[in-house]
């Protein structure tokens, strides 16, 4: 139920507008100074204010800029007894929904009451909305707790709140894209754009269209001006991912945008200002791509001023039953299915896969697998066939399939997943020595 405050010090009128407000369905609250007013404010959450601008102790028309200061979402609706242009005009500007003389216009105060609720509505989806969307791209989404992957969150944090250039690096699926969302929530800037370019999706010529733009004329079908996604994203970010991918002569026109924040739009004979921060991301090694040719030494030093590296998933390998929870969990609700259990060996077997792709692979592993469950437990049969055997076996054939010492590396695989890690408990739960224990998982690399 919508809750109304009346501030007024004439109790007749408050009790008056009360029964009016209250035959609406709405629930009022009473004041009769800013003070009690303000006191109401602390104890219960109102949306709408309706306030004489004459108070004891103080004036409703400078009370309503301390209720937005405090409470933005609240309306603020005033209610005077003489009705003044200046002081109206004062109003609005200190953030008062609207001003309304008492007794002429005693019959718009239900109306406007209703207008004033429904920009109430409508900021508080919006704060719901921001809320998600920071909730979604934060670095608290950011799934593992090895010490490779806090190390890459503790940089990105470092540097979020700057406008240094940043160039992350490491292999495709690693979550690049993750994390410059996550900078960009995290910055200054996390109000405006968030631009995407996936430079290996382009032509050089189309890529520098998308980037910079062109002007009306610039070429055949060009009949209109066009703007380019940096002009898009001024006063934000821009994420360039593979960017290793970037012909030279467009890495020498970024390099003109790094260093003087201009560039000529296609057909253009002006430069265009942009205040962009640039995130750049690949999965080339770009020194050995500058020995090669095929990159610009100057424009690399530009864009590493801060480089961070994401480690492949086999790198955090500790991380990945966290991260195929997860999957099920996300993916099993948007599939309506559900799922109660995680066999062990369809978890031994994906934490020992060499995941080439790294996170994107596994997320399409896990995907196909509730697409083929039958049933509320996901199995080594769920599995794509080369994923169904034991990575040693299926790489090295070090041990065989067949043979005691595989089969007690995966026995005491299972007992750690069991016992989530907790290897006391699973000496134990195997009946051997700690020390034993320690020996064998240093023989098996488990």
Excluded at 101 to 111: A, E, S
Excluded at 222 to 232: I, R
Excluded at 356 to 369: C, P, T, Y
Aim: include cysteine; charge should be neutral; aromatic fraction near 6%.
């Amino acid at each position: 139920m919508n809750k109304i405050l009346i501030i007024d010090d004439e109790e007749k009128l408050r009790n008056l507008l009360s029964r009016i407000i209250s035959l609406e369905g709405f629930e009022v609250l009473q004041a009769a100074d800013c003070k009690s007013g303000l006191k109401k404010l602390a104890q219960v959450e109102v949306e709408v204010v309706l306030c004489d601008v004459k108070l004891p102790d103080g004036s409703g028309v400078e009370l309503t800029t301390i209720i937005k200061e405090q409470y933005p979402a609240i309306e603020v609706i005033l209610l005077t007894a003489f009705g003044k242009i200046p002081d109206s005009v004062q109003a609005i500007k200190n953030g008062a929904f609207d001003y309304l003389t008492k007794g002429d216009d005693n019959n718009k105060i239900i109306p406007i009451l209703y207008k004033a609720l429904e920009k109430v509505s409508l900021a508080k989806r919006v704060q719901h909305l921001e809320k998600k969307l920071e909730s979604k791209y934060s670095f608290n989404k950011i799934i593992g707790k090895s010490k490779s992957i806090l190390h890459a969150i503790e940089l990105s944090k470092k540097v979020a709140k700057t406008d240094t250039t940043i160039l992350l690096t490491g292999e495709t699926g690693t979550g690049k894209e993750v994390f410059a969302q996550a900078i960009q929530q995290e910055s200054n800037r996390n109000k405006e754009n968030f631009v995407v370019i996936n430079c290996s999706a382009f032509t050089k010529d189309l890529l520098e269209n998308e980037m910079f733009g062109h002007k009306a004329g610039a070429f055949t079908g060009a009949l209109k001006d066009k703007k380019g996604l940096f002009e898009e994203a001024n006063n934000g970010t821009i994420f360039l991912d593979e960017l290793g991918e970037m012909a030279l002569d467009l890495q020498a026109k970024l390099l003109r945008v790094l260093e003087s924040g201009e560039f000529m739009k296609i057909g253009e004979t002006k430069p265009t200002k942009v205040n962009v921060r640039v995130i750049a991301a690949t999965n080339r090694d770009l020194k050995q791509e500058i020995a090669q040719g095929h990159f610009r030494e100057d424009l690399y030093y530009r864009l590493s001023v801060f480089q961070i590296y994401l480690p492949a998933l086999r790198e955090r390998d500790d991380d990945i039953p966290l991260l195929i929870k997860y999957f099920v969990d996300v993916l099993s609700l948007k599939m309506n299915k559900k799922i109660n259990h995680i066999d062990a060996d369809f978890m031994i077997n994906l934490q020992q896969h060499h995941w080439s792709g790294n996170i994107r692979e596994l997320k399409n592993v896990i995907e196909r697998a509730l697409i083929l469950s039958t049933a509320n437990t996901l199995t080594l049969a769920d599995l794509p066939m080369d994923l169904q055997l034991p990575q040693d076996v299926k790489k090295n054939h070090q041990l065989s399939a067949f043979s005691l010492n595989s089969i007690e590396k995966l026995h005491i695989q299972k007992v750690l997943i069991h016992t989530q890690g907790n290897k006391a408990e699973a000496a134990r739960l195997l009946e051997i020595g700690i020390a034993t224990l320690y020996r064998k998982i240093e023989e098996y690399k488990i």
